[in-house]
């Protein structure tokens, strides 16, 4: 394919992050979102038609993802058709992501262009919750998280070195958002990284030291938190207050409805008289919940099996910094939205087929001892 050809898919992807992001930021109608969602989706399949075709696994997947929805639709009535249509889409864009490189150019002025406008507002004292539309200040956290991905996703398809500088804005901003879900994840996600660095730069013998201190240190630290009864102050914290928030209410009232009957486990059962449905928007904020809730059990259950299995593939071939990004990922989905109709929705099929598509052969050169160079 000729690069003229080539540069239309490579640049419509991060377009379609970036007027996503502007539509939280802006204010402008939600619905809008979905011309471009058809538009990218469907540019994804008619680009990528051979490479789907050539791997059944892709066709099946998509089939199964229509039938559980459809019988799941009939039975509980949760899912509304312009999340269905846009989950089918959303596969499509992630064929783009596979088959081509996004544009590094335009990727790292989205990232560093969204940065600038949330440490702005920081800097002149604007609440966190007065920036975002549409979403909590939750959301700053996952816009700067799965810009995170994207641009690193970038540095290693136009073989370049993963910095930290990235990652140190990413756990800033989300400080600022205050979330606990976006804090935790975005520093895990900074620490691996840096460990990740500095790790691939040790010899044999110095890996060796660098685990045992790193193991010595953090078994001090456990003895010092122990002994000074901090870990207890937290847990005490988290059984009084943590157990009772509105998150933990939706979890619990939804699970014992997937428990009344079997149609329910296996479908979904129907969210209509429920408080997620009445109070918060039909959010679970919880992304896999969710998937249960629109598409059944079997698709779950799929969706777990194909992120343990991409987990497993980079781990093998040692290519720890996409480990960090899917569990980073996952994790932050178990406290909202980010999957089925989110914002980061391409990203889990990108990682969920890459081992179906990607060979050992196709690897990224630079991605080995993790990517960081």
């Excluded at 064929?95 to 335009?106: E, F, V, W």
């Excluded at 990232?111 to 920036?131: H, K, N, P, R, W």
Aim: some cysteine.
């Amino acid at each position: 394919m000729t690069s003229r050809k080539k540069l239309f898919p490579e640049i419509l992807i991060p377009i379609f992050f970036i007027y996503n992001a502007l539509v939280y930021l802006t204010g402008w109608p939600e619905i809008t979102r979905m011309f471009l969602v058809v538009i990218t989706g469907s540019v994804g399949y008619l680009f990528c038609f051979n490479m789907i075709h050539k791997n059944v696994k892709i066709p099946f997947f998509i089939l199964l993802t229509v039938l559980t929805g459809l019988c799941s639709m009939v039975y509980n009535q949760n899912m509304r058709a312009g999340n269905f249509i846009a989950t089918i889409l959303y596969i499509g864009m992630a064929m783009i992501m596979l088959k081509y490189k996004m544009n590094h150019n335009i990727t790292r002025i989205m990232f560093y262009g969204l940065s600038i406008f949330f440490l702005y507002e920081m800097f002149m004292g604007e609440s966190s919750s007065e920036v975002l539309y549409h979403v909590s200040r939750n959301y700053i956290s996952v816009l700067m998280l799965t810009n995170l991905n994207l641009l690193y996703l970038s540095d290693i398809d136009n073989n370049q070195p993963i910095t930290l500088t990235p990652a140190i804005l990413c756990f800033i901003i989300s400080m600022w958002g205050i979330g606990r879900g976006g804090i935790i994840t975005s520093g895990l996600l900074l620490g691996s990284i840096l460990l990740i660095k500095v790790f691939s730069k040790l010899s044999g013998e110095q890996k060796k030291f660098f685990i045992i201190i790193s193991g010595s240190l953090l078994v001090i630290l456990l003895i010092i938190l122990m002994n000074t009864n901090i870990l207890l102050k937290y847990f005490v914290a988290f059984q009084t207050k943590g157990m009772k928030t509105p998150r933990t209410f939706i979890y619990k009232e939804y699970l014992s409805a997937a428990k009344e009957t079997f149609m329910n486990s296996v479908l979904g059962p129907p969210m209509r008289d429920m408080r997620v449905s009445t109070v918060y928007s039909r959010n679970f904020h919880n992304s896999f919940i969710q998937a249960h809730a629109y598409y059944g059990l079997l698709f779950s259950i799929v969706i777990i099996f194909l992120l343990f299995n991409s987990l497993i593939f980079f781990i093998k071939r040692k290519n720890y910094v996409f480990v960090v990004l899917i569990l980073t990922l996952a994790m932050r989905a178990f406290t909202d939205r980010l999957f089925f109709s989110g914002y980061a929705e391409p990203l889990l099929y990108y990682y969920c087929f890459y081992p179906l598509i990607k060979h050992e052969k196709d690897m990224k050169t630079n991605v080995k001892d993790g990517g960081c160079q």
